[in-house]
């Protein structure tokens, strides 16, 4: 490890307060999947200042460092990530809605801010309020649903690059793609999203976000830990279907096992490690290939290892 860490932790302290510092975080409490070994350090911003000095120290000290939000389509590996993680939660959240425009600040969760909507007879989010993740994670990912994806509705992020300059993108500036968009590209760090949606009826809207949301109940394991579709869908193919074809329903690795709701998910079913998850995937994507000749390519992030 860097032997400037030490410099680094006392000079943090000068930019984010104490509390919202934290060390050897292990990363199963921070990720969905609930697997992944410790990072060296988690601070949790609360403003836009206290992000963009930390991340210019970080940058200017060589310290590696990633972004996370609720961390729904993440995987940490079991060594853990020898840097700093830079969370975006309930710290950062606050919703603004002006006419028929919402503006979130990155940690907000998908569904708060599709409440705000629905509560401001605003249309265009329904598909997202069971999504689990942050606004920033989902701008990042692109994230989507039943035929709408958040292309469909942000109209300008806030970014901040890894030398700590803000930029701002507005519409195709994003080249936002299927679960891709600069952001990723470039490893940018969103810090607010704006979204323009359409006025609608609340009723309508209420009913919507109430059928997506019963849909997922039916179709997902979502009484079971997991990172939500492991892959994505390969054109023209469902990756659950190639999934199951291939014989692998229920099948596992140590405690890893590819759902027998959805055999788009991985789930975990109780202990598993992040090397049975990973292992898993490999081994999903080689049979799939094998039965198929389609390959897949996964969607969630797998970082360290
Ligand atoms: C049960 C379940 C159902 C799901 N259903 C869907 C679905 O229908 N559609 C869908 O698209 N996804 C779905 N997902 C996956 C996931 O919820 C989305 O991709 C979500 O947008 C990720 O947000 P997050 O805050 O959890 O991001 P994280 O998992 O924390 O991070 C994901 C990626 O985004 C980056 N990132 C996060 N925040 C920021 C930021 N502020 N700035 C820059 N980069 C950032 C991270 O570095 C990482 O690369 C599902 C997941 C689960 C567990």
Redesign the pocket.
């Known amino acids: 490890m860097k032997d400037n860490w030490y410099d680094l932790i006392e000079k943090l302290k000068n930019v984010v307060s104490e509390d919202r510092i934290l060390y050897s975080v292990p990363m199963k409490e921070h990720t ?1 999947m609930r697997v992944g070994g410790a990072a060296r350090m988690l601070i949790l911003p609360s403003n836009r200042e206290e992000i963009v000095e930390a991340v210019k120290m970080l940058h200017s000290m060589d310290i590696p460092y ?9 995987i940490v590996s079991d060594e853990g990530y020898p840097g700093v993680i830079i969370k ?1 939660a309930e710290n950062y959240s606050d919703i603004h809605v002006d006419g028929c425009e919402i503006t979130a600040l ?1 940690g907000a969760s998908l569904a708060s801010v599709s409440n705000a909507a629905m509560r401001n007879s605003l249309s265009g989010l329904e598909f997202a309020s069971g ?4 606004i ?3 701008v ?2 692109n ?3 039943y035929n709408c994806e958040m292309k469909d509705v942000v109209i300008e992020t806030s970014c901040i690059d890894e030398h700590g300059n803000e930029l701002l993108l507005k519409g195709d500036e994003h080249d936002f793609g299927y ?1 891709s968009s600069r ?2 590209k470039e490893k ?3 810090v607010e999203v704006k979204m323009r949606l359409q006025r609608g009826n609340i009723s309508d809207i209420k009913e919507k976000m109430m059928y997506f949301n019963a849909c997922r109940r039916e179709k ?1 394991p ?1 009484d079971m830990p ?4 492991v892959f994505k869908r390969p054109r023209g193919f469902y990756a659950g279907r190639l999934i199951e074809d291939a014989g692998l329903k229920g099948y596992r690795i140590g405690g890893a096992m590819v759902s027998e709701k959805h055999c788009g998910f991985i789930v975990n079913t109780g202990n598993a490690t992040a090397n049975d998850v990973i292992k898993l995937i490999e081994y999903v994507k080689e049979r799939v290939f094998q039965n198929s000749g389609v390959m897949l390519e996964h969607e969630v ?1 797998i970082l360290g290892g």
């Open positions: 969905s990633y972004v996370v939000g609720n961390g729904t389509n993440l975006f990155a999504i689990p993740g942050t920033g994670g989902a990042t990912m994230a989507g649903a679960r952001i990723q940018l760090i969103v997902q979502l997991s990172a939500g579709s992030k």
